[in-house]
């Protein structure tokens, strides 16, 4: 989707916003400030990396204080180049959105505002005891709550890192008894902050990745909560995705008293970027890969492995969207692993020009389970291999296999999606940092033997982020769901002429 495609687009669409939004994309690796203008275009972006810290193998943590000192810095810088650059002041933007990586867990003093202990990551693994002995204690039973959250037992899910934190650590276990603990996700971490310590909230796809809110009713479940040992007081208030969250701290001058009007996790942050309509499919390719089908106002329960989760809620009065994931573990991830820890090329011209050069793998199989298997599997004790390898194999084989085995996954995860939702897959719209390379993207279609749609905008998590943001009546800005929807459909319609042109 060119040039060409976006021209038309931008002719018959005109303007979506009538004021600036900007939005914090708060990732696994890094944290970004991205500004849209009036015709949902990027601005101005600035980027930070943050450290991975590992201290024991499977183990991942991240410092809440270095993640919250980056994002105001990427917004600070956002805001100046923006007036420097383009002459935008800071009256001009209207209103803030938050989306951020799921599941990933912070614990904090409600006294001092302070962390007690590093962020634990959604791809750390240490509470796979943990989460074992639940489902032990469960009948062996991996989905015993999955009718009433969705989700099956595993360490990939916030409870398990709650209750890991209030019996390992002793500043957590002790704020708990003296009522001085809040927990939350990123998201909650970086509005906590960000109003100055005055508000403690998430929007509803945060919590439906914790194991503790009610897919039915949309609020924190007693039983669940019970069962997890997660005192319910430590947990933030649940909000729609779009809707007003409180106003940014004078003190954070840049962007002083801007109203947040907009949260949502990731993931589902992309769907709202593609605008996906029921019974269509996205698929993010960062860190890991993760797939997500609407399904419309209705939950589907998953017989085949996958999660049942939010997709958005634009407005407190307005019915949810729910959705199908397929989470799958490693994506980028394991490419970058071959490029820094095996060395099997130097940079991204070099990995097309290598996995081009062959036919295939070479009867060469990866299996990309660094961090066990997520969905459909879910084996916590998987571990990632390399099968077939001869004296015939090359780099470009391993590389090829690499390739391969990330867009099996994803092949494998829609498969056992299309067995939910009882239809096939007309075609699967696809964002993320690897999505640039063309010969993965053209490998990702062959294997799922149907269209794969790259849109020309790269920030689509970002993008959906502003759309929850601006369509809040407190976002102030001139957008509707609705409004934008339909210029979806134009631009599948075009899409679909120009490929038939050519």
């Given at each position: 989707?060119?040039?060409?495609?976006?021209?038309?687009?931008?002719?018959?669409?005109?303007r979506h916003?009538s004021?600036?939004?900007?939005?914090?994309?708060?990732?696994?690796?890094s944290?970004?400030?991205v500004?849209?203008?009036t015709?949902?275009?990027?601005v101005?972006l600035?980027?930070?990396?943050?450290?991975?810290?590992?201290?024991?193998?499977?183990?991942?943590?991240?410092?809440?204080?270095?993640?919250i000192?980056?994002?105001?810095?990427?917004?600070?810088n956002?805001?100046?180049?923006a007036?420097e650059?383009?002459?935008?002041?800071?009256?001009?933007?209207?209103?803030?959105?938050?989306?951020?990586?799921?599941?990933?867990?912070?614990?904090?003093?409600k006294?001092?505002?302070?962390?007690?202990?590093?962020?634990?990551?959604?791809?750390?693994s240490?509470?796979?005891?943990l989460a074992?002995?639940v489902?032990?204690?469960?009948?062996n039973?991996?989905?015993?709550?999955?009718?009433l959250?969705?989700?099956?037992?595993?360490s990939y899910?916030?409870?398990?890192?709650?209750?890991?934190?209030?019996?390992?650590?002793?500043?957590?276990?002790?704020a708990?008894?003296?009522?001085?603990l809040?927990?939350?996700t990123?998201?909650?971490?970086i509005?906590?902050?960000?109003?100055?310590?005055?508000?403690?909230?998430?929007?509803?796809?945060?919590?439906?990745?914790?194991m503790?809110?009610?897919l039915?009713?949309?609020?924190?479940?007693?039983?669940?909560?019970?069962?997890?040992?997660i005192?319910l007081e430590?947990?933030?208030?649940?909000q729609?995705?779009?809707g007003?969250?409180?106003?940014?701290?004078k003190?954070i001058?840049?962007i002083?008293?801007l109203?947040?009007?907009?949260?949502?996790?990731?993931?589902?942050?992309?769907?709202?970027?593609?605008?996906?309509e029921?019974?269509?499919?996205?698929?993010?390719?960062?860190t890991?890969?993760?797939?997500?089908l609407?399904?419309?106002?209705?939950?589907?329960?998953?017989?085949?492995g996958?999660?049942?989760?939010?997709?958005?809620?634009l407005?407190e009065?307005?019915?949810?969207?729910?959705?199908?994931?397929?989470s799958i573990?490693?994506g980028?991830?394991?490419?970058?692993?071959?490029?820094?820890?095996?060395?099997?090329?130097t940079?991204y011209?070099?990995l097309?020009?290598?996995?081009s050069?062959?036919k295939?793998?070479?009867d060469?199989?990866?299996?990309?389970?660094?961090?066990?298997?997520y969905?459909?599997?879910w084996?916590?004790d998987?571990r990632?291999?390399f099968i077939?390898?001869?004296q015939?194999?090359?780099?470009?084989?391993?590389?090829r296999?690499i390739?391969?085995?990330?867009?099996?996954?994803?092949k494998?995860?829609?498969?056992?999606?299309?067995?939910?939702?009882?239809?096939?897959?007309a075609?699967?719209k696809v964002?993320?940092?690897?999505?640039v390379n063309?010969?993965?993207m053209?490998?990702?279609?062959?294997?799922?033997?149907?269209?794969?749609?790259?849109?020309s905008?790269?920030?689509?998590?970002?993008?959906?982020?502003?759309?929850?943001?601006?369509i809040s009546?407190?976002?102030?800005?001139?957008?509707s769901?609705?409004?934008?929807?339909a210029?979806?459909?134009?631009?599948?319609?075009?899409c679909?002429?120009?490929?038939?042109k050519?």
């Amino acid at each position: 989707i060119n040039a060409e495609y976006m021209g038309i687009m931008i002719k018959y669409l005109g303007r979506h916003f009538s004021k600036y939004v900007l939005t914090i994309d708060q990732g696994t690796t890094s944290s970004r400030a991205v500004l849209f203008n009036t015709e949902c275009r990027i601005v101005e972006l600035f980027q930070k990396e943050h450290k991975q810290i590992t201290p024991k193998p499977g183990w991942v943590e991240h410092n809440p204080q270095e993640i919250i000192s980056n994002v105001i810095d990427c917004v600070s810088n956002v805001v100046q180049r923006a007036r420097e650059n383009h002459h935008i002041k800071a009256s001009e933007i209207a209103c803030l959105g938050i989306t951020n990586q799921r599941e990933t867990t912070v614990a904090w003093s409600k006294k001092t505002g302070l962390p007690l202990h590093n962020a634990l990551v959604w791809l750390d693994s240490r509470t796979f005891d943990l989460a074992n002995q639940v489902v032990s204690a469960h009948g062996n039973d991996i989905n015993f709550f999955k009718k009433l959250c969705g989700l099956p037992i595993h360490s990939y899910f916030s409870a398990l890192k709650m209750l890991w934190l209030l019996q390992n650590s002793s500043k957590v276990a002790a704020a708990a008894k003296e009522n001085d603990l809040c927990f939350g996700t990123i998201d909650s971490w970086i509005i906590y902050n960000l109003t100055g310590k005055k508000v403690h909230a998430t929007d509803v796809t945060n919590a439906s990745r914790t194991m503790l809110m009610n897919l039915n009713n949309l609020h924190w479940d007693d039983y669940l909560c019970r069962e997890f040992s997660i005192p319910l007081e430590t947990l933030p208030t649940i909000q729609s995705c779009s809707g007003f969250f409180g106003a940014v701290d004078k003190s954070i001058e840049c962007i002083a008293n801007l109203p947040i009007t907009g949260v949502i996790g990731d993931q589902q942050s992309a769907c709202l970027g593609h605008l996906l309509e029921p019974g269509e499919a996205k698929c993010t390719y960062g860190t890991g890969c993760f797939v997500l089908l609407n399904t419309g106002n209705k939950s589907i329960q998953s017989n085949n492995g996958m999660l049942t989760t939010l997709c958005y809620k634009l407005g407190e009065n307005e019915k949810p969207f729910y959705a199908l994931e397929g989470s799958i573990e490693m994506g980028g991830a394991s490419i970058l692993w071959a490029k820094k820890n095996l060395q099997l090329f130097t940079d991204y011209n070099e990995l097309t020009q290598l996995v081009s050069s062959v036919k295939g793998s070479g009867d060469v199989f990866f299996v990309p389970a660094f961090s066990g298997l997520y969905a459909p599997h879910w084996r916590s004790d998987a571990r990632g291999l390399f099968i077939g390898l001869s004296q015939h194999t090359t780099r470009a084989h391993m590389l090829r296999s690499i390739i391969d085995g990330m867009c099996f996954r994803v092949k494998e995860v829609i498969e056992a999606m299309e067995k939910d939702a009882k239809t096939p897959l007309a075609r699967l719209k696809v964002d993320g940092g690897v999505t640039v390379n063309d010969f993965i993207m053209q490998n990702q279609s062959n294997a799922l033997g149907t269209m794969v749609e790259r849109k020309s905008e790269s920030e689509m998590t970002a993008l959906g982020c502003a759309i929850a943001a601006g369509i809040s009546k407190e976002g102030n800005v001139s957008v509707s769901y609705t409004h934008l929807r339909a210029h979806e459909t134009l631009r599948y319609l075009v899409c679909r002429l120009l490929l038939e042109k050519k």
